[in-house]
Nanobody
Framework: QVQLVESGGGLVQAGGSLRLSCGAS????????MGWYRQAPGKSRELVAD??????NYAESVKGRFTISRDNAKNTVYLQMNSLKPEDTANYYC?????????WGQGTQVTVSS
């Protein structure tokens, strides 16, 4: 069974940066198209970025500020987040795109203060 582990979140002021990491045990993430998702309190989980062979896609709300990347040798997917805004505050998760990995990780909390 694939176990996903997200890390790198924290508290940051508006305009700051964070880099999130997603690792896995039980499978090589390289076989999947991968995505970063986020869920804010009272809101549905949304896809913010995904990466497939040779291509990336971003939600309009993060385009130009977030960058998704992967290091297959390290079995890790990253999300570099720059120019953070208070509305980016959420718990961030990784999963395949579409999200077919049954067990979601605990996520990593990102809190952006104004």
């Amino acid at each position: 069974q694939v176990q996903l582990v997200e890390s790198g979140g924290g508290l940051v002021q508006a305009g700051g940066s964070l880099r999130l990491s997603c690792g896995a045990s039980g499978s090589m993430l390289s076989i999947y198209s991968m995505g970063w998702y986020r869920q804010a309190p009272g809101k549905s989980r949304e896809l913010v970025a995904d990466i497939a062979e040779g291509s990336t896609n971003y939600a309009e709300s993060v385009k130009g500020r977030f960058t998704i990347s992967r290091d297959n040798a390290k079995n890790t997917v990253y999300l570099q987040m720059n120019s953070l805004k208070p509305e980016d505050t959420a718990n961030y998760y990784c999963n395949s795109r579409p999200p077919t990995i049954r067990s979601w990780g605990q996520g990593t909390q990102v809190t952006v203060s104004s």
